[in-house]
């Protein structure tokens, strides 16, 4: 099985093309800096590297949407398959690439709500699918959270109604 999920910050701006044909695709490469695990040794070489720079290549609407979204800094969350491949540069020397194929991508952090923007902006995820468009939603807004994390329950909505016991 070849997966690989990945949750890391953008390094820059998307570089994104579109292919050439019938039905024109964009095609989206972006480099996540993605933390590695583990503790950092102690009074050795702090200039060790702590984060891998991972290639990812979106494509179709995924491309268009990493595009229109994603900016430098960004952490967002990528699921995709591995793939490796080759080719000879000017020197003639054989050079192997490494890149994350990506079937779904979002947004890892959510945006401040004072902060304006779009609204579609944070916690919806990003494949194959669509945008999400301007979908209006019956959930309350997130200000009724309470501190724990969890948010009030109307006492006008009826136990029977909820999905849990």
């Known amino acids: ?48 590297q702590t984060a ?12 268009e949407f990493a595009e229109k979204y994603f900016r430098q800094g960004m952490r967002v969350l990528v699921s995709g398959r591995i793939q490796t491949g080759s080719y ?19 947004f890892a952090d959510s945006k401040n709500p004072s902060a304006g923007g779009d609204a579609n902006y944070g916690g919806a995820g990003y494949g194959n699918n669509s945008y999400g468009g301007s979908q209006q939603s019956s959930r309350p807004a997130p200000s009724s959270a309470i501190g724990d994390g969890f948010m009030n329950i109307p006492d006008s909505v009826d136990d029977e109604g909820l999905p849990f016991n």
């Open 88 to 106: 000879t540069n000017r020197d003639g020397q054989k050079v192997y690439t490494t890149e994350v194929i990506v079937d779904d991508q979002e």
């Open 52 to 63: 891998d720079f991972i290639t990812c290549v979106a494509f179709d609407r995924s491309g």
């Open 1 to 48: 099985m070849n997966r690989v999920i990945l949750m890391g910050r953008l390094t820059r701006d998307p570089e994104v093309r579109y292919s050439q044909g019938e039905r024109s695709m964009a095609i989206a490469r972006y480099t996540l800096a993605v933390d590695r695990r583990g503790r950092r040794n102690q009074g050795q070489d702090d200039q060790q």
